[in-house]
T-cell receptor, first 110, second 112 residues
């Protein structure tokens, strides 16, 4: 099956700093999403981005499907950005089944 | 988008017992998905639930341990049977909208 690798595994920032999270995947995908998991375990949809670039406030994402990677940018980080960020993909014949990366644990200190 | 109501949000259960988790969607969907997240780990797909047919389980998951019901296009249940402490996890249901997936709030299960 498709493999998804995220980097870095952990990231510690001071409030106000910028960061880039990376997601590499091993095959073509029909769907790529970024999620933020809050301390209560809930998954928050950030971006649906199988290709191209999107922006939502301080967050933006870019997926280069031909090179099989996606990037999540967080600018001017805040303590509320802390949590786990997951990249998840649906492979070509997986019919809606998401394969998740291992996640990046982000800690933002005041 | 889809709004998914999942319950219970958390539970503490005795080993050897079973827990049934419910997932209600605000619109009709063909497929619903159940995931498990063990402590400190990523999410892993347990099974796909289709209305009118048996669920399809991923490698490492079996129907006897995780029976699933899908009585209609807006509802599904996952039962965790004969629980052991190793079943302590977050369980999440998911549906696919027009393009992206949406998740319920999750059920945090602790088995003692």
């Amino acid at each position: 099956g498709i493999q998804v690798e995220q980097s870095p595994p952990d990231l510690i920032l001071q409030e106000g700093a910028n960061s880039t999270l990376r997601c590499n995947f091993s095959d073509s995908v029909n769907n790529l999403q970024w999620f933020h998991q809050n301390p209560w375990g809930q998954l928050i949809n950030l971006f649906y981005i199988p290709s191209g670039t999107k922006q939502n406030g301080r967050l933006s994402a870019t997926t280069v499907a031909t090179e099989r990677y996606s990037l999540l940018y967080i600018s001017s980080s805040q303590t509320t950005d802390s949590g786990v960020y997951f990249c998840a993909v649906v492979g070509g014949t997986s019919y809606g089944k998401l394969t998740f990366g291992q996640g990046t644990i982000l800690t933002v200190h005041p | 988008s889809a709004v998914i109501s999942q319950k219970p949000s958390r539970d503490i259960c005795q080993r050897g017992t079973s827990l049934t988790i419910q997932c209600q969607v605000d619109s009709q969907v063909t497929m619903m998905f159940w995931y498990r997240q063990q402590p400190g780990q990523s999410l892993t797909l347990i099974a796909t639930a289709n209305q009118g047919s048996e669920a399809t389980y991923e490698s490492g998951f079996v129907i006897d341990k995780f029976p699933i019901s899908r009585p209609n296009l807006t509802f599904s249940t996952l039962t965790v049977s004969n629980m052991s402490p190793e079943d302590s996890s977050i369980y999440l249901c998911s549906v696919e909208g027009a393009s992206e997936a949406f998740f319920g709030q999750g059920t945090r299960l602790t088995v003692v």
